[in-house]
């Protein structure tokens, strides 16, 4: 069984960082990408980052560029999403998903399995 389990978020003042943490068990880490999206309260879900397991290549949305940067630990199975100069707009519901297809990363409607998600709350 596919499993992801997100950790890390919280309540930061602008500037800050924070670092997420996205736990995959259940499949071949090198066979899929992981991918971070972010909801906000009355806004649409969107990718914001990801990763490629088979090769490590990575994808930033414009919006995050510069500031986050993800990493992986494929002998943990573990994701990472550093996020620096936490801005109020980052403000959001983070989740991790897995898509079976690692190329390209960035194929954000061919996410399959998802996380129950975690809070970011940047405050100004």
């Known amino acids: 069984e596919v499993q992801l389990v997100e950790s890390g978020g919280g309540l930061v003042q602008a500037g800050g960082s924070l670092r997420l943490s996205c736990a995959a068990s259940?499949?071949?880490?090198?066979?899929?990408?992981i991918g971070w999206f972010r909801q906000a309260p009355g806004k649409e879900r969107e990718g914001v980052s990801c990763?490629?397991?088979?090769?490590?290549?990575?994808y930033y949305a414009d919006s995050v560029k510069g500031r986050f940067t993800i990493s992986s630990d494929n002998a943990e199975n573990t994701v990472y999403l550093q996020m620096n100069s936490l801005k109020p707009e980052d403000t959001a519901v983070y989740y991790c998903?897995?898509?079976?297809?690692?190329?390209?990363?960035?194929?954000?409607?061919?996410?399959?399995?998802w996380g129950q998600g975690t809070q970011v709350t940047v405050s100004s």
């Open positions: 259940g499949f071949t880490f090198d066979d899929y990408a």
């Open positions: 998903a897995a898509d079976q297809s690692p190329f390209p990363c960035s194929s954000w409607y061919s996410y399959d399995y």
């Open positions: 990763i490629s397991g088979s090769d490590g290549s990575t």
